[in-house]
């Protein structure tokens, strides 16, 4: 069994770079958020078939710093070309995916939040959504809901991010206006809603616009392809 760890140091979060890099495999992977530690990018190798997540220091997927987590936690299995993870029990505090507790086993689509005690461990599948980002913080969003209005809103957002280069900024209202034909006040109106549906609406302005894009792209709401 191999497992591949794309290591960004003790505190530092996953980068677009980091992320590039594993997409371009075309192989799931995860990006785990230790409790306590840095993020890292574990891609599933072809040759995968099952990996132990849990506090134990002998598991694939080691927890060692999160104290809510049990030595021997989960298993994020292969069945066919899928990934599910398991719960049989084993835990103490349960896993979850997303708010919903994991009894037995739960299959794992694009963009998937897996809970473990205080630790997250989000699934990516590139064949299914590629996705590029900054995922600033310890803790992955969960996936909001948004209308097909608001989702054209949020790709013209990030497409400057996902451009090549890749921009530093997210694109204006102005910008975003000029692309889907809209006013500046309509563009407004509809980033009001999302702020508040990311959760990210008591951020400062320049930061929530940039948070709105990193939810929309960590999620899968937003993915390369639609930019090309």
Do not use: Y
């Not at 069994?1 to 075309?26: C, D, N």
């Not at 909001?144 to 997210?170: F, N, S």
């Amino acid at each position: 069994m191999k497992v591949e760890h794309l290591e960004l140091g003790a505190s530092r979060p996953v980068t677009l770079q980091a992320i590039l890099r594993a997409e371009a495999t075309e192989l799931p992977f995860l990006v785990v958020s230790p409790a306590g530690e840095g993020q890292r990018i574990i891609v599933l190798e072809a040759t995968d078939e099952a990996l132990w997540i849990g506090r134990g220091p002998a598991c694939d997927i080691p927890l060692e710093g999160d104290g809510q987590a049990s030595r021997t936690h989960a298993e994020l299995v292969r069945t066919g070309g899928d990934w599910a993870v398991a719960d049989d029990g084993l835990s103490r505090n349960g896993t979850f995916v997303g708010a919903d507790r994991v009894i037995g086993r739960r299959r794992l689509e694009d963009g998937a939040v897996v809970s473990v005690g205080e630790s997250t461990l989000a699934f990516r599948a590139p064949r299914l959504a590629a996705v590029a980002t900054t995922l600033a913080g310890n803790r992955l969003p969960v996936r909001p809901e948004v209308t097909p209005a608001q989702r054209r809103v949020l790709v013209a957002l990030c497409r400057p991010l996902l451009a090549d280069p890749p921009m530093p900024l997210p694109a204006s209202n102005r910008e975003i206006a000029e692309e889907l034909f809209l006013s500046e006040e309509a563009v407004r109106s509809h980033l009001k809603a999302l702020f508040v549906r990311a959760q990210v609406s008591e951020l400062a302005q320049g930061t929530k616009r940039f948070r709105l894009a990193e939810v929309a792209l960590a999620t899968g709401i937003v993915a390369r392809h639609d930019v090309e």
